[in-house]
């Protein structure tokens, strides 16, 4: 599951996909046992949830609007969360689960060598949320209305990809690589450069800018920054 090195490969970030993980997360509270039918109906509650909430909020859809937005019952609903704040909990879960699996697994290709192991980051960062765009633009959009555990949850997700970006950063100054003042505050400044692709993707839409050029000039952007040494740096990335 490594999107800077397999692009073709978005199987793995498909609704169906990240639903059956859902499923196997939550499997002992989810009364539906059939795997193939339990999957097919949480990726119907799941889309719907995904564009009543960009339409009109996820704190002003009703459990009704779930229901007929996605062609189930209320009682179908109720079979696989009990409310709306679990559901909620399930959707932010396989966006931080699949973001941690994917960033804190680098392929042994880039973790010898920091500005590489960097790059990567950034190029999978957004090609994943390319990816999964809905599902990330509904947890930093909607974050603000969510409950306080649940907003917690989305706080600590982004928390724990800054400290990934951190880890590579701290490693590339101790060895002489990079030129940083603050680790911690330089990646906490490098990734609104990462949501910005999927925040505001009408604006680069309007523009033509694909994401391999966004990528590009993200790579390089960042990359003078920390003021990576030039010898064997290249905006062309690992692959």
């Known amino acids: 599951m490594q999107p800077a090195d397999h692009k073709d490969d978005a199987g793995a970030f498909s609704m169906e996909a990240l639903c059956q993980r859902i499923f196997e997360r ?10 193939h039918v339990a999957v097919a109906n949480l ?25 007929e937005a996605s062609g189930l019952s209320m009682g179908g609903l109720y079979a696989y969360f009990p409310n709306k704040t679990t559901l909620l909990a399930m959707i932010l879960g396989e966006v931080a689960g699949t973001a941690q699996a994917l960033l804190g697994s680098p392929p042994p290709t880039v973790t010898d060598d920091p500005r590489r192991h960097l790059a990567w980051l950034i190029e999978s960062h957004i090609r994943l949320t390319e990816a999964m765009q809905p599902w990330f633009v509904f947890a930093f959009m909607e974050a603000k209305s969510f409950p306080a555990a649940e ?15 951190a880890d590579v950063l701290r490693r590339g100054a101790a060895g002489g690589v990079f030129a940083i003042g603050d680790v911690d505050l330089s990646a906490a400044l490098i990734k609104p450069l990462l949501q910005e692709w999927y925040v505001k993707r009408a604006k680069y839409r309007k523009r033509g800018t694909s994401i391999e050029t966004y990528v590009a000039a993200t790579t390089d952007f960042i990359m003078a920054a920390v003021r990576a040494r030039a ?6 990335l690992p692959g």
Do not use: C, M, W, Y
């Not at 939550?26 to 795997?35: T, Y």
């Not at 010898?231 to 062309?236: A, D, E, F, M, R």
């Open 231 to 236: 010898t064997g740096h290249s905006s062309k």
């Open 26 to 35: 939550h499997r002992d509270a989810i009364r539906v046992r059939k795997p």
């Open 43 to 67: 990726a119907r509650i799941v889309e719907a949830t995904l564009k009543l909430s960009n339409r009109q909020g996820f704190h002003a859809t009703s459990l009704r609007d779930l229901a």
């Open 151 to 165: 907003r917690r949850q989305a706080v600590d997700s982004e928390a724990a990809t800054e400290t990934i970006i």
